[in-house]
């Protein structure tokens, strides 16, 4: 880990190139690599020697930007997958067999719902699934000898619950179990999962570490801080591994088993590589992070306190409004900002809302959030079309619930677009 500050990190981390070498991270577009000698590359299979083996277990482009990554998180080393899903996948499989469970907030991504809750269920794992309010004795009460770890979003996608950090780490370490939490609306910037207890940090980089809509990815970062030994329950990491003559993870790799094993067995195994020219676009975006993701901030804060005192307007969720029920939770964890997402209620139900975003010229409908470009997305018409009313109040989702993706375009033309909007449909 480097000493320089978040900022810097963003811009400098990861890349240092030699004497004569290019300034900026080439792309490695090259699945192979060479070796003078035999030997090398066999100590390479054992594990024994480090190198780029083959580009779908680690490439040099790839190599760089995952340093980087790791040293925005802090942790001591990172894998990028090909997406956000795979990430999330990785980080859980890598520690869970079948016949396994882990805990998870009912609050999270849809897709990780789905992921966690139908096609691992398959698998043999269970989710176990907590709303973020009740208190740990019920917590406890699903933890068994199978219990893995725990699982939930730094501010879920997209009901913007912040997740207590601290108090789900203690009651994992509690269990000897790590904490999981995927950090893609906050990012790094925002806030640092590990500085608060966590031991695995997920992201979706599709979403503002890419920041332009680009390219699809994710990544999986390891604070190393986890003693997967200590904790006894882990076999995977702390008992030899047949596919590569009896390698034992924690024995060769201490404070970074983790992160090796997802890289060396499982995505050699399962191959969810992302592009060496998928990464360097990432790293593009990286390059600014810090200075957008405080423009979407921004942004955002001010469209929040525009609505909230709109006539038209019933409710409005940002975590950084005081009004928010969990901007307790945002002061200790998101001090500096959140993110640029924000929802609303808009009064007259689903018609008006569909109406209402039709009205919108520079807020864009599209299924994506957290990119450069303000944009809009109306749940009950287009991602939860086939729920009734009812159904939609029963998954916490009223009919007149509206998405913003606050960009970073100038606030004033963000705000004039949703005073015309409001104008049109009264
Ligand atoms: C988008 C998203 C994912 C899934 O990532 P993809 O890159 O789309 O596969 C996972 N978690 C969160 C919080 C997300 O917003």
Redesign the pocket.
């Known amino acids: 880990m480097s000493d320089h500050k978040i900022e810097t990190k963003c811009i400098q981390s990861g890349y240092e190139p030699g004497n004569g070498e290019p300034r900026v991270l080439p792309i490695y577009q090259s699945t192979t690599y060479r070796y003078t000698s035999g030997e090398h590359l066999a100590k390479l299979f054992d594990l024994e020697a480090s190198g780029h083996m083959y580009t779908r277990i680690s490439n040099p482009t790839v190599d760089a930007v995952e340093n980087k990554i790791a040293d925005l998180e802090g942790g001591v080393g990172a894998m990028c997958t090909?997406?956000?899903?795979?990430?999330?996948f990785i980080a859980i499989f890598n520690i869970a067999s079948a016949g396994d469970n882990f805990l998870c907030l009912t609050s999270?991504?849809g897709?990780?719902v789905n992921l966690f809750g139908v096609t691992m269920k398959r698998m043999g794992i269970e989710a176990r699934f907590i709303t973020p309010d009740v208190p740990d004795e019920e917590i406890e009460k699903l933890i068994d000898d199978r219990t893995r770890c725990i699982f939930g979003?730094t501010?879920?996608?997209?009901a913007l619950k912040v997740f207590d950090i601290e108090r789900y780490a203690n009651l994992a370490h509690k269990y000897n179990m790590p904490l999981i939490v995927?950090n893609?609306?906050a990012t790094p910037v925002f806030c640092r999962p590990f500085e608060f207890g966590a031991d695995i940090v997920?992201?979706?980089?599709?979403?503002y570490m890419d920041g332009q809509a680009t390219v699809?990815?994710?990544v999986i970062v390891d604070s190393g801080n986890f003693d997967w030994e200590a904790a006894g329950k882990y076999p995977e990491l702390t008992e030899p591994d047949d596919s590569y003559h009896g390698v034992v993870y924690t024995k060769q790799f201490g404070n970074a088993a983790y992160i090796t094993k997802a890289r060396t067995q499982l995505m050699r195994d399962l191959g969810a590589t992302p592009q060496p020219l998928a990464v360097f676009l990432l790293n593009q975006g990286l390059g600014s992070l810090h200075v957008r993701v405080e423009r979407h901030f921004k942004n955002a804060m001010a469209v929040a306190e525009y609505l909230e005192k709109h006539d038209m307007v019933e409710s409005v969720s940002f975590p950084s409004l005081p009004s928010s029920p969990d901007y307790e939770l945002t002061k200790k964890y998101l001090p500096n900002g959140s993110c640029g997402v924000i929802s609303f209620v808009i009064k007259g139900g689903r018609e008006t809302a569909m109406k209402f975003m039709d009205s919108l010229e520079l807020a864009e409908i599209v299924v994506h959030?957290?990119d450069a470009r303000t944009s809009v997305l109306h749940p009950a018409s287009t991602t939860h079309r086939q729920l009734t009313d009812e159904q939609l109040i029963d998954c916490g989702i009223s009919p007149g619930l509206i998405r913003f993706s606050v960009g970073i375009e100038n606030i004033d033309d963000i705000i004039a677009d949703i005073d015309k909007a409001f104008s049109k449909i009264k």
């Open positions: 090909s997406s956000g899903q795979a990430a999330n999270i991504y897709g990780s979003e501010i879920a996608n997209p995927d893609t609306f997920t992201h979706s980089t599709t979403k699809v990815g994710g959030v957290a």
